[in-house]
């Protein structure tokens, strides 16, 4: 009885070895340096050669082990990327970061934050795979802390803004959209219009304040509530918010989801969407979209984030490589205000 050759499982066994490339050369019947100048395609070996040596790797099942080879030689070709895995927005950056870095020559490396695993803690975790650079999805981490990190790597925020010089950020403008939100509710007649705020949150303390300017052009006061990026925090805000009297006639979440959350929970307490109360959130995800939401909301770029965060990484990684300083780029994208029927005019009272 033969032994099973490498990469053919035998009966029974559900795991087996990576392949080698000296197994390819053994079964082969070639030495390993030819199999080497083979799989390197350089000079030094025949057609034949190259043709039988490439059919019996394909038998295999052997694959090159290109992050070691790349590591041979200084580079990962990594971006490491941290993110928040409830967002759903998150999800939809991702997969333009995937995209954008690929046609680049780099892959991704993904890095959870949780509710039990801190953002430092993933941040470390892509520092171990050698990433050449970081992009941050809505960090929370403080401006000394990043730029403390960026002394070893370039580092890239995603959907918060900053004002450094030591590393490069890209963002909606949070600010603006915040300010289209309320003149849309006030061209609709609403005057009694609150904010559900997220201020721990990237682009928080932006949206706060644009509505709060827009507001006072409006001759209008203010009502913040706290609130989250969750539904269960809309839901908890919208709660209060419809026990006032008065009660809010439109409102302005701080996302998206917090704004599923506020439109479930006000039909929960009896009042529809949008004939009793007005309902923005931001970010245009994709749930904002489904026909039993149909939520009016600000829309952000996600391929537009994803794209120019990984021009930012690679802009400071070929700096570094001419061995040049760059100042901190910070981007600011526009935000689009989409209408959909959550939002309507204000009922008349007779």
């Given at each position: 009885?033969?032994?099973?050759?490498?990469?053919?499982?035998?009966?029974?066994?559900?795991?087996?070895?990576?392949?080698?490339?000296r197994d390819v050369a053994r079964v082969a019947g070639v030495s390993q340096p030819l199999v080497s100048i083979v799989f390197r395609d350089v000079p030094g070996a025949s057609e034949e050669t190259?043709?039988?040596?490439?059919?019996?790797?394909?038998?295999?099942?052997?694959?090159?082990?290109?992050?070691?080879?790349?590591?041979?030689?200084?580079?990962?070709?990594?971006?490491?990327?941290?993110?928040?895995?409830?967002?759903?927005?998150?999800?939809?950056?991702?997969?333009?970061?995937?995209?954008?870095?690929?046609?680049?020559?780099?892959?991704?490396?993904?890095?959870?934050?949780?509710?039990?695993?801190?953002?430092?803690?993933?941040?470390?975790?892509?520092?171990?795979?050698?990433?050449?650079?970081?992009?941050?999805?809505?960090?929370?981490?403080?401006?000394?802390?990043?730029?403390?990190?960026?002394?070893?790597?370039?580092?890239?925020?995603?959907?918060?803004?900053?004002?450094?010089?030591?590393?490069?950020?890209?963002?909606?403008?949070?600010?603006?959209?915040?300010?289209?939100?309320?003149?849309?509710?006030?061209?609709?007649?609403?005057?009694?219009?609150?904010?559900?705020?997220?201020?721990?949150?990237?682009?928080?303390?932006?949206?706060?304040?644009?509505?709060?300017?827009?507001?006072?052009?409006?001759?209008?006061?203010?009502?913040?509530?706290?609130?989250?990026?969750?539904?269960?925090?809309?839901?908890?805000?919208?709660?209060?918010?419809?026990?006032?009297?008065?009660?809010?006639?439109?409102?302005?979440?701080?996302?998206?989801?917090?704004?599923?959350?506020?439109?479930?929970?006000?039909?929960?307490?009896?009042?529809?969407?949008?004939?009793?109360?007005?309902?923005?959130g931001f970010d245009n995800s994709e749930q904002a979209s489904l026909p039993y939401i149909d939520l009016t909301t600000l829309a952000q770029d996600?391929?537009?984030?994803?794209?120019?965060?990984?021009?930012?990484?690679?802009?400071?990684?070929?700096?570094?490589?001419?061995?040049?300083?760059?100042?901190?780029?910070?981007?600011?994208?526009?935000?689009?205000?989409?209408?959909?029927?959550?939002?309507?005019?204000?009922?008349?009272?007779?």
């Amino acid at each position: 009885m033969t032994p099973d050759a490498p990469g053919r499982e035998a009966p029974g066994h559900s795991s087996r070895r990576r392949v080698t490339m000296r197994d390819v050369a053994r079964v082969a019947g070639v030495s390993q340096p030819l199999v080497s100048i083979v799989f390197r395609d350089v000079p030094g070996a025949s057609e034949e050669t190259r043709a039988h040596v490439l059919a019996v790797a394909a038998e295999l099942g052997y694959r090159r082990d290109e992050r070691a080879r790349l590591l041979r030689q200084g580079h990962s070709r990594l971006l490491g990327v941290a993110f928040e895995p409830v967002q759903p927005f998150h999800g939809e950056i991702l997969d333009g970061l995937h995209t954008a870095a690929q046609e680049r020559g780099y892959d991704v490396v993904l890095s959870a934050v949780t509710p039990h695993r801190a953002e430092d803690a993933a941040l470390d975790a892509l520092l171990r795979d050698r990433c050449e650079a970081l992009i941050l999805l809505g960090s929370a981490l403080p401006q000394t802390r990043l730029e403390q990190i960026s002394l070893t790597l370039p580092v890239v925020s995603v959907t918060r803004a900053f004002d450094a010089q030591a590393f490069d950020s890209v963002a909606a403008d949070d600010h603006r959209g915040a300010v289209l939100a309320v003149e849309h509710l006030l061209d609709l007649g609403h005057r009694r219009i609150a904010y559900i705020d997220a201020d721990r949150e990237a682009g928080g303390a932006r949206r706060r304040t644009g509505y709060q300017e827009a507001m006072t052009a409006a001759g209008l006061g203010d009502l913040i509530v706290p609130g989250g990026a969750s539904e269960a925090e809309g839901a908890a805000a919208i709660t209060g918010l419809l026990d006032r009297d008065p009660a809010p006639t439109a409102v302005m979440a701080f996302n998206d989801r917090c704004a599923v959350g506020v439109i479930s929970q006000a039909r929960v307490l009896g009042r529809c969407v949008p004939e009793d109360l007005s309902v923005v959130g931001f970010d245009n995800s994709e749930q904002a979209s489904l026909p039993y939401i149909d939520l009016t909301t600000l829309a952000q770029d996600p391929r537009q984030l994803a794209r120019t965060a990984v021009d930012l990484a690679l802009r400071r990684l070929d700096a570094a490589a001419e061995d040049s300083a760059v100042p901190g780029e910070h981007v600011v994208l526009p935000a689009q205000l989409v209408t959909r029927t959550s939002t309507a005019p204000v009922a008349v009272s007779l």
